[in-house]
């Protein structure tokens, strides 16, 4: 029998609608005929293919009269009959393209000649449903979850203990009070099963003016005026999460650089990632002080995080420091600082050579400690300045991790796990296994969206790109919904905070304002999940477990609300 890739090869000549089997297969890719615009391309995959096949045999009834391909028909039989989220959401846009897989797919699995085949008519009989789905099945099959698994594993793709990844490792919770901000941090960190040792909660006080407030400082008060280091609870929990780091086995050494010169570096393996927990620090209020004030350091060295990966599967990390070593070596006593940093003695013995290089090469930030603040948008707190919001990833709470009061008793949906990013720097190695190969379509999207900005105080630069592309690579979709859903939360996170202002600030150098416009773009660019929808990367279902949540696309909504609020003279992401 013809393999369906050979099968779809065969009749590509005859066809509008080209299809071909997923390289890493479990998937088929499809596009349409371009003929009202663009050309796209699609992907569903088999376990959606095979809902598809077995909803038509389970009504048939309603669509045996419909083997002549008629669009309202298959359309409005599709949206109505297909189960699968991302199946019936596909039907409703692409309609001929999806009834045209499922011919040649049908036709393929009849081992009908290749000649008989059009794009026009499908062989909806029991018989051969039965054996396409039959063969389907088995084609599902032999795409082993546990070789699946091993292929995974040797690409950069990897997501400790199963989470998904962030793309940064600072977060901005914002909403009103009492919508469970801190506590989702505090869940996220229960996650690990080791809630004492991978949270660590600190209350922001309005008084907050300067780093040392939260990364300590050096005192002179002591007997005989020597110099003594203050430590503060966020400095110790940085050096706890730089120990768990060293407990797991991955190696903490330094390294000479043609362009950095020597510095500290983490060195490992791909694997030893699963053992190495999240460390969440929550910092609970975080403006009612100003952020740039007692928060600069941080967000200074954040952006100096560098992860570089092998082909062997093999990696480094490293920062510039927090705590610098001249500040280790102006101490009286580093023993005490070292004891006070969780380090131990020196007649311990455990953390002596690691200690050794601290002292040398100071303090920096470890690759799995993720900062969440919360944050409270109103008269008695301080806003954020886009230093700030372009180093964050900022969630309007409510629209992420909504409240509702239905769901009060029996909660029908869960957050997801979210765990530290493992790249800096996007590149295609990173997108191979993704909807998006090579980046082109993120980049295309980008752009668009940038054309919209330009000229303003909004206009995105090369950091946003690859902060984009590394959400691609983070959450690693496999079909274009995912893909767009992935587009459509980086304008809630990273574009839209970034915009404020009155009518004069938001006109750039187009007709409209710029938020007008941004809605006619992202139409456009989010075909599809604009009208019908798209999966949330957040949460899921509690039951069954881990099912798909299909919301609509979130800065739809926003773009909207931003423009009824400039109505009023000034608008503003935050609520």
């Known amino acids: 029998m013809t393999d369906l890739n050979t099968y779809f090869d065969s009749v590509s000549g005859q066809s509008k609608f080209p299809c071909s089997l997923g390289s890493l297969g479990g998937f088929v890719n499809f596009r349409n005929s371009g003929q009202r615009g663009s050309v796209k391309e699609f992907t569903l995959s088999l376990e959606s293919i095979l ?4 909803d038509i045999r389970s009504n048939l009834k309603e669509f045996s009269s419909m083997t002549r391909y008629v669009e309202k028909e298959w359309r409005d039989n599709g ?18 393209p999806c009834f045209t897989t499922f011919s040649k797919i049908i036709n393929w699995a009849a081992e009908q000649d290749f000649s008989d085949y059009d794009d026009n008519v499908i062989d909806l ?32 793709a990897v997501k400790p203990l199963e989470a998904q990844l ?5 977060l901005l919770l914002a909403g009103i009070s009492g919508t469970g901000k801190t506590r989702f941090v505090r869940e996220q960190a229960k996650t690990s099963k080791q809630f004492a040792e991978t949270y660590c909660l600190t209350s922001v006080r309005p008084d907050w003016h300067e780093p040392s407030d939260l990364l300590g400082y050096i005192s002179r008060l002591a007997k005989g005026g020597n110099a003594e280091y203050i430590t503060t609870d966020v400095l110790q929990f940085i050096a706890k999460a730089w120990r768990a780091i060293a407990d797991n086995n991955l190696n903490v050494e330094v390294q000479d650089s043609e362009d950095l010169g020597k510095r500290l570096v983490v060195k490992g393996e791909r694997d030893a990632l699963e053992k190495v927990l999240p460390y969440w620090l929550c910092l609970d209020e975080m403006n009612l002080a100003p952020v740039e004030q007692y928060f600069a350091d941080y967000l200074s060295v954040l952006e100096t995080r560098e992860w570089n990966w092998k082909e062997n599967g093999s990696f480094t990390y490293s920062s510039d420091a927090l705590l610098k070593p001249a500040a280790i070596k ?23 050579e690691l200690w050794k290089l601290i002292c040398q090469y100071g303090l920096g930030i470890p690759f799995n400690l993720i900062v969440a603040g919360t944050v409270n948008m109103d008269e008695t707190t301080h806003g954020f300045s886009r230093k700030v919001i372009d180093r964050a990833l900022s969630f309007d709470f409510g ?20 765990s530290y990013p493992i790249w800096s720097q ?7 296994d993704t909807f998006d190969t090579d980046g082109s379509k993120t980049v295309g999207f980008l752009t668009a969206v940038n054309a919209v900005l330009k000229n303003t105080p909004f206009e995105l630069a090369y950091r946003a790109l690859n902060e984009l592309l590394l959400a691609v690579a983070s959450s690693q979709p496999q079909d274009d919904l995912t893909l767009k859903a992935v587009w459509d939360d980086f304008m809630m996170c990273k574009v839209l905070p970034r915009i404020e202002g009155d ?9 409209n304002n710029i938020l007008e416009e941004l809605l006619k773009v992202l139409e456009q660019q989010l075909a599809g999940a604009w009208e019908n929808g798209r999966p949330d990367l957040y949460r899921e279902k509690v039951k069954p477990a881990g099912e798909t949540i299909t919301i609509a696309c979130r800065s739809k909504k926003k773009l909207n609300w931003m423009n009824n609020q400039l109505v009023r003279g000034f608008t503003s992401f935050w609520p």
Not at 166 to 170: A, C, I, Q, R
Not at 503 to 511: A, N, Q, S, T, Y
């Open 166 to 170: 962030l793309s940064k490792p600072f």
């Open 503 to 511: 009518e004069d600030k938001l006109v750039g150098h187009i007709e």
């Open 399 to 418: 629209e992420f991790f909504p409240n509702n009061f239905n769901e009060f008793f029996t909660s029908t949906s869960c957050n997801k796990r979210l």
């Open 330 to 352: 102006e101490v009286a006593n580093s023993g005490k600082l070292r004891e006070a940093l969780g380090f131990g003695s020196a007649e311990d013995g455990k953390y002596n």
């Open 426 to 432: 996007a590149s295609k190695a990173d997108l191979a």
């Open 125 to 156: 009989s029991s018989e051969s449903l039965n054996v396409t789905i039959e063969k389907i099945e088995n084609l599902a099959l032999s795409f082993s979850p546990n070789e699946h698994a091993k292929k995974k594993r040797k690409t950069n």
């Open 51 to 54: 809902s598809g096949l077995k």
């Open 79 to 96: 949206s109505k009959y297909f189960t699968d989220l991302i199946l019936n959401s596909m039907i409703t846009v692409q309609t001929k």
